[in-house]
């Protein structure tokens, strides 16, 4: 990102404040009509996409080109175009209405600016894929079997990408994006600001620094904690793993499974309640379910997830002898104590989804009770130079995010359209042989292939449009469905080729990037196996009796620790390869909701751990130490 000269800088910063103060009025006191509030959200920050992200290596890092200004000029002009003649927009019919030239110069030229907005700041790979989904779009008449499609005009092609009010660029993708995503980002901006991110990761290191290994279990609670308030994998794994890596190093975790521990655990900030990724607000949006039942939902599998990764460390920490923390290096209680109100944003939040606030109020109301509360320490204090960096980092967030749900919008509309989506999802039905657990395999390989180059909200909203309708042919409930690929997008973070979370990790602990993506994959298998357990498991998304519920949380805890301990290869001491292969069997028989494959799953587990734990206490008994004390 370009360190910006004073005159641009201070236009940036102007254009930021307004941003802020547009949109938190907004969501309190509501917004414009969808055209007009989409238009005006997306005018007031892909411009600068241009203005603070080069295009090249060799472009200027101190000011904006002429082309980056032509490019900022062009995404103003076309946003504001629908804003100006929303009315009229508003009253035509796509495929019908004539579309006048301007529309189709603007839009064309709109959709290109998106695509190379998304090159420079999100991922070559998303925007090629945006591309090539264009691309198809005006060739399609070409394409055999189920991508044929019949031809669009240059003029019935940029109406798709342009101006509908449901999908395209100005869709409801945008539409999240003005009313929920930026005062979610603003909200979050907020806490980190007042040092609620500083508290969170305290808290953390008192509540596990005792523990055996406690390092890494500082980790895996800081980066769970502090990813509800970033809503970014990178931005937790640098914020927390500053701290938590190199402590983790010096307890005796190799730099290697440092970063690839801080990177596990860091991803699944976007999978845990209150405050998701956005992938979580675009879930509730098309499936049509209140957010407060999505954070809901999300709890046990999130539990879940962390559990895996907390045993994963447990078991190394046991392997290798790594001892708790020095007292002197945790955080002492009594401060903790003292600073214990920035629990209390997160509990407003939830008390406001829960007595029925929009999202958006719910955040509204939050931010001026977490404002009051940094007045309680003089040391938070919201001066004009954090507000000032309050709004400059909400604009660049939310820029990136409006520049992926642009590139997004317009694939989701191609593939509506074209009919691409649902043959695709015919295909991965009829490849799975009509079995539930082969086309959730396919479903997972589709999502891990799209996520190893594209961002999670794009990956996600990509193949939710191809793998819910594969899986509602199987009887999957929408929302499971849409979790399944959610939780798969979320996880391709560290997935190599391009595990981005994992090379961030990487730098900061000094170790080799692709190595950490493959060691990340292994301490986070345990979270691969999760979204499976929920699928064909329901209660897991409280779908049940609270008995049934709990019956099912245990013996799922109970497979998620078998499954850590098979791929780390210790539970009550060193385990043998025949025990290891017993203990990720039991666990795989887990995943299954069927009695029988429970009961093999239980009795697997339960005798690897009653081997495992006399081996361990006949190797103990011949111990020299032992035979001097009996």
Known sequence: MRQLNRPWKVLILVTA??????????????????????GL??????????????????????RPSVIDLSAAVLCLVASLYTVFYAD????RFVGFHAVRPEEVVLGGLLAIAAIEACRRSISKWFAATVAVTLVYLMTCQYWPGMFHYKPFTIDRAVEILYLPNDEGIFGFLMGISAEILYIYILFAAVLLQTGAGDFLIDFAGWAAGWARGGAAKIAVISSALYGTVSGSTVANVYATGSFTIPLMKRSGYTPKQSAAIETVAGIGGQIMPPIMGAGSFIMSEVTGVPYFTIIKVAVIPAILYYLGVFCMVHFIALKRGIRPIERSERPAFRRLVRHGYFFLPFLAVVGLLAYGYSPSKAAFHTIWVT??????????????KKLLDIFFGSLVNCAL????LAGSGMVVGVLTRTGVALSFGSILVSFSLNSLLLVLILVFLVVSVLGTGIPTTASYIIAVTVGAYALSKFGVPALAAHFFVFYYAVLADMTPPDAVTAFAAANIAGAEPMATGFEGFKLGIAGFLVPFAFVFQPELLLNGSPWQIALTFATTVFGVICLSAGVIGHLFGPLRFVQR???IAAACFLVFSDEIYIIIGICAGLGTWVWSYLESRSAAAGTPDARQEA
């Not at 005018?43 to 101190?62: D, E, G």
């Not at 007045?375 to 938070?380: A, G, P, S, V, W």
Request: net charge positive; proline share 9%; aromatic share 18%.
């Open 41 to 62: 959200h997306l005018s007031m920050l892909l411009p600068f996409v241009y203005l603070l992200y080069p295009a090249w290596k060799k472009s200027p890092r101190h």
């Open 17 to 38: 404040v307004i941003a802020a103060v547009f949109h938190y009025y907004c969501a309190g006191f509501g917004s414009p009509e969808p055209r007009t509030f989409r």
């Open 401 to 404: 995010i409006a520049a992926v």
């Open 371 to 384: 404002l009051l509360l940094s007045f309680l320490d003089r040391k938070t204090w919201l001066n004009p």
């Open 88 to 91: 009229r927009l508003n009253q």
């Open 581 to 583: 292969t017993f203990l």
